[in-house]
Each structure stands twice: as structure tokens, then as C-alpha cells.
């Protein structure tokens, strides 16, 4: 990765704050030093996504390279679950293209850390044609690959996802239900209703990477290859999971719609895709009223957009007007 894209700002997008790599424990310096076979000699921060976790481009004194994150549970107690995870998966996972290949993991049951190889690649610009479609074509590509689903992969559902969503959605408070956009508060039960019926025709079709979003993409510099980072949220899903998130970036104008279209989903897909988003949007909307987590200062906001988004994007497919 370029430092000008390192240390550049993320164009407005909400960021999370990293740990720095100064604050890891020795013990993940050491294991650092020891995969890339030399002493560390430059260390480059990468900024973006919502975790607390240390993220660096790390180069050894041999020129060896890799990309590290690190994480404790006295930095975030969820974080390290979610690394344990993607280890999982990325050990199981042939090498592609379109993904960085695992280097090496480090877990002494508080400190959890990955080792990928370092893509040397900017973020993607979704105001180029070409870009958008590099990025959706690797997208396909990793679904057909992952459908059906292979062997050994974890055994985590989308299913226990949309279950939360809808537990959040009929247990919401009035401040919880506050965090909502007006419409929304006065359709609440019909936007349950359209989450559940989503959760009814649910099927494990794919395993799905479930947050292809801009700061997890890198776009290679030497061939232009779009690598999908950051398995740590994946689950079995359906297989226009992954089409959907990246769509996401569009869902409050007809772009997303043409997306979804674009790989013939059946009108109960679609509708299955709407509540989705229905169930998605409330429950991000709600847990936005609730105090961050610890590391994770801006979460509630980050919430908040998204979930917003994908209400707007609900409204919009089914013509409700405020």
C-alpha cells in the first residue's frame, strides 16, 4: 500500500482509532520479528475501518513485508473473537487472487494477531466505472467460489444474525426506538414483519465475507486486482449476500437496485433482499442510541449512518413516502 494512502484521510467516512503498534505487548513485537525473519525496521499505520485493533504495514530489515493486526481483549473484549474467526476461515481458504493469503497467526488467549501478505494497493474510487467494475467482478467470483459452501469452513449462520436483529426490533425502547428515522418509528412493525419473512426463506447457500464495504478493499497497483479483506464478520448466507453489501455503497438510489438485478434474483430474493435491509437498518439504527463500546468511540455513529442508509434504501424500494 502506497504511504500517501496509508496516511491519508478517508474522504469523510467514519474511521475508527487504532491501537498503535508502539502499544502492543513485546511479545507481538517479537512474533513480528520472527515470521518476517529480521528485525522490523519500518512500521506504517493503516488507517480506516471501524476496529480498534493495531493495523500496520510492517518491513524488516531483510526487505521482508507483511500486514499485521493485533488485538487484546483489554483493548476491546469482542475484537479478539472476531481475529480467532478469521483465522479460522483464512487457514481453511485456498489462496485467490482476490484475497491476501495468511502469512502466519499468534494467539496466547488475550492477545490474538494476523500476519497477511502486504497488498501494495489503494482503496477503491467509486467514481471510476473501472474500478466499481473490478471490485464486482472479484465479488463474483469469491461467491461462485464459495457456493456451494466448502468444506471445514465455520459453521456460523447469517440465520443468528437476522434472529438479533428481529429480537432488537421487538424489544426496542422508546429511546431505542427514538434513534429510528420518523418513518421508520411508525412502520416498525411492518419492517419486522419484512425481516421475517427474510428470515423464513433463509438458506446457507454461500459462505459470505458479509463486509465488503470501501476500507475493506485494496486495488493492487502492478495488475489493478481489487483483494477483499477482513474475514473477521464472514458467515453461511445466501448466495447474494456479498452482491448486496457491495451494493450497499449505492442502496439509496436506483444504482443498487440495477446491482442486485444484474445477477437474477427471483421476486422472493428481492423482497428477501428489502427485508434484509429492513431488519439490518432498525437494528443498527437502535443499537446507535446505546453508549460505544469500549475502543470504539465512534461506532454509535457509524451506526447510525449505515443503518439510515439502509432504511433510506428500504423506503425507496418500497415506495414510502414520509
Not at 428515522?181 to 411508525?186: H, K, N
Request: proline share 8%.
Amino acid at each position: 500500500m502506497s504511504r500517501s494512502d496509508v496516511a491519508g484521510e478517508r474522504g469523510g467516512r467514519l474511521v475508527g482509532v487504532r491501537t498503535p503498534y508502539d502499544a502492543a505487548p513485546p511479545q507481538i513485537h517479537s512474533w513480528a520479528a520472527e515470521i518476517l525473519g529480521a528485525p522490523v525496521v519500518d512500521v506504517c499505520p493503516r488507517i480506516g475501518g471501524m476496529s480498534p485493533a493495531v493495523a500496520v504495514s510492517l518491513r524488516a530489515a531483510n526487505g521482508a513485508t507483511a500486514f499485521v493486526k493485533a488485538v487484546g481483549g483489554t483493548v476491546n473484549p469482542d475484537t479478539p473473537t472476531h481475529f480467532r474467526h478469521e483465522i479460522e476461515v483464512l487457514s481453511t481458504l485456498p489462496p485467490a487472487p482476490y484475497r491476501a493469503g495468511l502469512l502466519s497467526a499468534y494467539d496466547d488467549g488475550d492477545w490474538v494477531a494476523i500476519a497477511l501478505e502486504d497488498v501494495d494497493g489503494r482503496h477503491p474510487d467509486w467514481g471510476s466505472p473501472a474500478d466499481r467494475r473490478a471490485v464486482f467482478n472479484a465479488v463474483r467470483r469469491q461467491s461462485a467460489e464459495l457456493t456451494p459452501i466448502p468444506d471445514h469452513l465455520p459453521l456460523d449462520s447469517t440465520r443468528d444474525v437476522v434472529t438479533k436483529h428481529l429480537a432488537a426490533m421487538r424489544n426496542a425502547t422508546p429511546t431505542e426506538v427514538a434513534g429510528l428515522p420518523e418513518w421508520a418509528a411508525r412502520q416498525l412493525s411492518h419492517l419486522t414483519a419484512l425481516a421475517q419473512r427474510s428470515l423464513d426463506h433463509h438458506q446457507d447457500q454461500s459462505f459470505c465475507h458479509w463486509d465488503i464495504r470501501h476500507d475493506n478493499i485494496l486495488i493492487r497497483h502492478h495488475d489493478g486486482q481489487p483483494v477483499l479483506l477482513d474475514w473477521g464478520m464472514s458467515r453461511r448466507g445466501e448466495h447474494w449476500a456479498d452482491t448486496m453489501m457491495y451494493a450497499l455503497e449505492w442502496v439509496g438510489s436506483p444504482a443498487f437496485d440495477k446491482i442486485t438485478a444484474s445477477i437474477r434474483l427471483t421476486a422472493e430474493e428481492e423482497d428477501d433482499v428489502t427485508g434484509f435491509l429492513a431488519g439490518a437498518g432498525c437494528y443498527l439504527a437502535i443499537r446507535s442510541t446505546h453508549p460505544a463500546p469500549p475502543a470504539l468511540p465512534n461506532i454509535p455513529a457509524f451506526r447510525r449512518e449505515v443503518g439510515w442508509a439502509c432504511l433510506d434504501g428500504v423506503r425507496r424500494r418500497l415506495g414510502i413516502r414520509d
